[in-house]
């Protein structure tokens, strides 16, 4: 069992297939250019929220390595059994 607090809703991860090396950042900020690990092509990925606004990193991506932030285009992935 787990708690959410009051108008908080759970991460909904969408299964992804990376065509294109994306760096995973550590911070939705970027700063000090802090990668965590690239996942590479071929590698299969979820994507977690999508935050709008002056951030540059807007994507919540978690893959085997790890959990971070990172800036993807549709041209870097494809969703899974599409």
């Known amino acids: 069992m787990f708690l959410l607090a009051c108008g908080e809703k759970p991460v909904e991860w969408t299964p992804i ?3 294109k090396e994306v760096k995973v950042f ?3 900020d970027g ?3 802090q990668v ?4 590479l092509p071929g590698e299969i990925c979820e994507l977690g929220e999508n935050v709008e606004g002056k951030v540059f990193l807007n994507t919540r991506i978690r ?4 959990e971070g932030w990172a800036q993807l285009s549709g041209d870097d992935y494809r969703v899974n059994g599409r």
């Open 17 to 19: 297939f990376l065509l």
């Open 31 to 33: 700063i000090q250019h």
């Open 63 to 66: 893959c085997s390595r790890g």
């Open 26 to 28: 550590s911070r939705i």
């Open 36 to 39: 965590l690990f690239s996942a």
